[in-house]
């Protein structure tokens, strides 16, 4: 066991012998860290947490009371090989929510960036993979294998089909049931959740220009507005992204796609 000394636990948590838990990290009431556990300096661990390894957490983190952290992932092919969950800094990790580590059918890591705030009841699947800076509303879920982006919302109970990508900025309304890929920069709603327009707010919030945000918009029209099959509006998207870094994004994430978009 390796424990900085800086370290404030409280007597009643359980710490296997191979955890290491790093500086002015403090650890609450009945809390369980199990082996091969690694915490990251700062991070704050409230009463009742379960954290299973291998798991790594990075510095600065919140986690909050019930949540269980590098839990097995509920596949029926999974049989114990080494898998992980990978944490990144600042993240704030509300009550109850359930993270399961990843398995050998897809690189056999579930990984969280930085910066996100994850609220109450969530559930990331195994083999998920979620940027920076995200918001997951209260109860909004990934199934396994799925990817989002950069300063994605997922409004409260969404839910988010097995092998589905969410791009960057994109939007989902409460209670969207997503089982395709949503482009960067688009809303969605609806079970099954179909597009509404773009994140426009979210991205002048985020210091985008009315330009960016129109360019965007012209090649939200040509994708969705435009009536033209998906092929022929990609060559309209292709002779916009020359002068356009957003809608190359775009662009890229259609070429990308393996469930076809949302429409």
């Known amino acids: 066991m390796s424990i900085d000394a800086s370290a404030s636990i409280h007597p009643s948590a359980l710490i296997d012998p191979s955890a290491v838990i790093g500086a002015n990290v403090r650890i609450g009431p009945f809390c369980v860290i199990g082996a091969n556990v690694r915490i990251g300096s700062g991070t704050t661990v409230a009463a009742h947490v379960?954290?299973?390894?291998?798991?790594?957490?990075?510095?600065?983190?919140?986690?909050?009371?019930?949540?269980?952290?590098?839990?097995?992932?509920?596949?029926?092919?999974?049989?114990?090989?080494?898998?992980?969950?990978?944490?990144?800094?600042?993240?704030?990790i509300r009550e109850f929510c359930t993270f399961n580590r990843g398995t050998a059918d897809d690189g056999s890591v579930t990984r969280i960036g930085s910066d996100n705030w994850i609220m109450a009841y969530v559930h990331i699947a195994h083999d998920c993979v979620v940027g920076d800076r995200c918001v997951f509303a209260n109860a909004a879920s990934l199934a396994g294998h799925v990817k989002?982006?950069?300063?994605?919302?997922?409004?409260?109970?969404?839910?988010?089909?097995?092998?589905?990508?969410?791009?960057?900025h994109a939007f989902t309304s409460m209670g969207s049931v997503i089982n395709r890929d949503v482009p960067p920069f688009v809303t969605v709603a609806g079970q099954y959740a179909e597009p509404h327009g773009i994140n426009s707010e979210g991205l002048r919030r985020r210091g985008f220009s009315s330009e960016r945000i129109m360019g965007i918009k012209r090649a939200y029209r040509t994708i969705y507005k435009s009536g033209l099959p998906l092929a022929?509006?990609?060559e309209k998207l292709v002779e916009m992204a020359a002068?356009?870094?957003?809608?190359?994004?775009?662009?890229?994430?259609?070429?990308g796609s393996q469930r076809s978009l949302v429409r």
């Open 243 to 255: 002068d356009l870094p957003d809608v190359k994004q775009l662009l890229d994430f259609i070429d």
């Open 148 to 168: 989002v982006g950069d300063q994605v919302i997922l409004g409260g109970f969404t839910l988010v089909h097995q092998f589905c990508q969410v791009g960057d």
């Open 232 to 234: 022929e509006a990609r």
């Open 50 to 92: 379960v954290i299973e390894g291998p798991t790594t957490i990075g510095c600065e983190n919140q986690i909050h009371s019930f949540s269980v952290l590098g839990g097995d992932p509920q596949d029926k092919k999974f049989h114990g090989e080494h898998c992980e969950l990978i944490i990144g800094d600042r993240n704030l």
